[in-house]
C-alpha cells in the first residue's frame, strides 16, 4: 500500500522559512517522479516544483527563487523548501508521486503565513 505523509507545515510569519517533508513508503521512490501542489482557499490547486527520479528540477512560474525542491531516496523523502514566506503562499501542500503511471497524492500539510 502506498502512502505519502507530508509533515513541516504550521504558522508562521512573513519573511520567514518553512521545509516541508514528503515521506513515502510502498513505492519505489528512486524511481519515481515527486513533486508538491498547493490549494489556497478558493482557489485552484497549482504545481508548485517537481523533481524527476534523476534529479531534473521544474519550478512554477517565478517561484524558483523561493521554493527549492529535493529528495532524499535513501529516506524515501522528498522535500520542499519555502523561503521569504508571503501570507499568498498560505495554502494546503500536498506531495505526490508518480511510479511508472500512477500518480499518488498525500493528504497535505497546513501553511499559514501572517502579515
Known amino acids: 500500500q502506498v502512502q505519502l505523509v507530508e509533515s513541516g507545515g504550521g504558522l508562521v510569519q512573513a519573511g520567514g522559512s518553512l521545509r516541508l517533508s514528503c515521506a513515502a513508503s510502498g513505492i519505489v521512490f528512486s524511481a519515481s517522479t515527486m513533486g508538491w501542489y498547493r490549494q489556497a482557499p478558493g482557489k485552484q490547486r497549482e504545481l508548485v516544483a517537481q523533481i524527476s527520479n534523476s534529479g531534473f528540477t521544474t519550478y512554477r512560474g517565478s517561484e524558483k527563487g523561493r521554493f527549492t525542491i529535493s529528495r532524499d531516496n535513501a529516506k524515501n523523502t522528498g522535500y520542499l523548501q519555502i523561503d521569504s514566506l508571503k501570507p499568498e503562499d498560505t495554502a494546503v501542500y500536498s506531495c505526490?508521486?508518480?511510479?511508472?503511471?500512477?500518480?499518488?497524492w498525500g493528504k497535505g500539510t497546513q501553511v499559514t503565513v501572517s502579515s
Open positions: 505526490y508521486v508518480i511510479e511508472y503511471v500512477r500518480t499518488y
